[in-house]
């Protein structure tokens, strides 16, 4: 038998005319996972070859092609071993594009394992390749016609079929979105005017009162404030849910955090709720906001504890986990290693309906003025934020487990944590200089310092504040604003450090986005202090910057 290997030259050509054929090739295995691709395709796709490996040939196609080749083309590739001139539509970075595909099974060779081979046209592209090798080869006006009355009409049952599936996923893509964002005003309209209808109350009754001598005006204070926490609470919970409030991860004891917490959760939960905490040995370092992450388990906490309406039991487990590639590329999480988290109890359960939804915003199966709905759409953009997962197992009538995955932090060690909130600490006598171009904000901010004994300078803009630093140099510390017309506060602090590289920074905003924050996390040794805050969030803060 004469030796057919190829040589350096010929293996080229052939990799050559693969790689930059005029059509798109694929090779699948028979998981429909890509194991190789070639430009052209990816080229139309507007990606790297390389970044397809390892996805499924479905990801790859719009909505309606996914349903269509679960439901049509795997099942016919299955039974015969190929199927030709399928229509399709891929999805692009630029738009989707309309395409024809040919498959066929190949067996094992050798040690080579079984593949499906797929050819993809483009679908204008095809049919100018067909009118000219037909013109080609037959010479005659009849089968000219012919072919062009055979294009027009697949070019009809294209362009048709392109459209539909278009409108079809927009009227799907409007009504899901109006439907978002009807439940999203609906529950902040209703949360928002009963908090603001709590302040605005007790304001015109403190006004009354003053205005007659009465100063017995505690209680109002007290619900005002109450009624402004939980509406700044409920920001919050919003900015999390949609991965926009700044976390501060660190190297994280999850173990010394959970049995931290054992006390708070005792006295919260109340007596028929038995907790238990079970902590692995060897448990590794996580890398998660330990203030976020303790609001997270004490949500996970008394949901489950509304589910125990007679008593039960609260089980909190830690353990290391390894999340595989299938598990990831199922979840839309990184594989590799996690700390995981999982509270479990032994209420009512969830239906399979509500677990569907129980993400959403707003979404709550208690009575109305019970909660908010927010609870677990914060813990759902927590663990999405900090690189992890969560996800919920449960059974009617036997409990449920909500598994909260959060990223192994290698190589440095556990943070102490940050302390729980305690009473204000003493002011100081240091110069700030507050920037903020809220005239609201920056008086309360600028009394609110002089009422701890701190000397105050103030200003609205960036330019402005230059001028102040320059002219006092006794400012030891700079309080800005981040967000703030011309010069924002960063750029602020960068000049302002460049002038007095001794200058100590604290920013503060109520939503930033790509100044201090990067990826959802605040950038490394950056001092910032969320909005609204109240006096003892800022004496603290001040302070601990100040005391370095």
């Known amino acids: 038998m004469p030796d057919r290997s190829l040589n350096a030259a010929e293996y080229d050509d052939l990799e050559d005319l693969f790689e930059n054929a005029p059509c798109g090739y694929l090779s699948l295995g028979n998981d429909a996972r890509i194991r190789r691709c070639n430009r052209t395709l990816a080229r139309w796709l507007g990606v790297e070859a390389t970044s397809l490996l390892g996805t499924r040939f479905p990801d790859l196609l719009t909505i309606a092609g996914k349903i269509y080749f679960e439901t049509h083309f795997a099942p016919l590739l299955k039974m015969q071993g190929f199927f030709d001139e399928v229509a399709l539509d891929f999805a692009a970075a630029g738009g989707s594009f309309p395409v024809l595909v040919n498959a066929v099974q190949r067996e094992a060779q050798g040690n080579s394992p079984p593949f499906i081979r797929v050819t993809v046209f483009k679908a204008t592209d095809r049919r100018r390749y067909e009118r000219e090798l037909l013109e080609a080869r037959q010479n005659a006006d009849r089968a000219r016609e012919e072919l062009a009355a055979l294009n027009e009409v697949l070019e009809r049952r294209v362009t048709n079929e392109v459209t539909s599936r278009l409108q079809a996923e927009e009227a799907l893509r409007q009504a899901q979105k109006m439907e978002a964002v009807g439940q999203l005003t609906g529950g902040i309209a209703h949360d928002f005017n009963n908090m603001l209808a709590g302040v605005i109350g007790a304001l015109n009754l403190i006004q009354r009162r003053l205005a007659r001598g009465d100063v017995d005006v505690d209680k109002f204070i007290e619900g005002g404030l109450d009624s402004a926490y939980r509406a700044a609470s409920l920001t ?18 999850v173990n010394r955090l959970c049995q931290g917490m054992t006390e708070l959760l005792v006295r919260t939960l109340g007596e028929t709720i038995k907790v238990e905490t079970v902590l692995s040995a060897g448990l590794w ?5 330990p203030v976020q992450l303790e609001n997270v388990v004490l949500n996970l906490a008394v949901n489950a504890r509304d589910a125990m309406r007679d008593g039960g039991y609260l089980t909190i487990e830690t353990s290391n986990a390894y999340v595989d590639e299938t598990y990831a590329t199922q979840n839309q999480l990184p594989a590799g290693q996690y700390v995981l988290i999982a509270v479990s109890d032994t209420g009512h ?31 759902y953009g927590f663990a999405k934020q900090s690189g992890g997962h969560v996800k919920i197992y449960s059974e009617i009538g036997h409990g449920t487990t909500v598994k909260l995955y959060l990223p192994r932090q290698v190589g440095v060690a556990a943070s102490p944590g940050r302390p729980r909130v305690q009473d204000a600490p003493n002011g100081g006598q240091e110069t700030i200089l507050v920037v903020e171009d809220d005239e609201r904000v920056r008086n309360f901010a600028t009394e609110a310092l002089r009422e701890l004994g701190y000397q105050v300078l103030h200003t609205s803009e960036g330019e402005a504040a230059l001028v102040v630093l320059q002219a006092h140099p006794q400012v030891e510390l700079l309080f800005t604003d981040v967000v703030m017309p011309g010069m924002t506060g960063r750029q602020l602090a960068d000049q302002a450090i460049a002038l007095r590289p001794d200058l100590k920074v604290l920013y503060t905003t109520g939503y930033t986005r790509n100044a201090i924050v990067h990826n959802g996390m605040v950038d490394a040794g950056t001092n910032y202090m969320q909005k609204p805050y109240s006096l003892g969030d800022l004496a603290r803060k001040v302070r601990g910057v100040l005391d370095g």
Do not use: H
């Not at 949609?242 to 660190?250: A, C, D, G, I, K």
């Not at 009575?367 to 813990?379: C, D, E, I």
């Open 285 to 289: 370092n996580a890398k998660a906001d």
């Open 349 to 379: 359960g969830m239906s399979a309906e509500v677990i569907a939804k129980v993400f959403e915003p707003f979404f709550t199966t208690k009575p109305v003025g019970k909660g908010t709905g927010l609870g677990m759409s914060q813990v």
């Open 236 to 253: 919050q919970r919003l900015l999390q849910f949609s991965r926009q409030s700044p976390l501060e991860p660190v190297s994280l004891d």
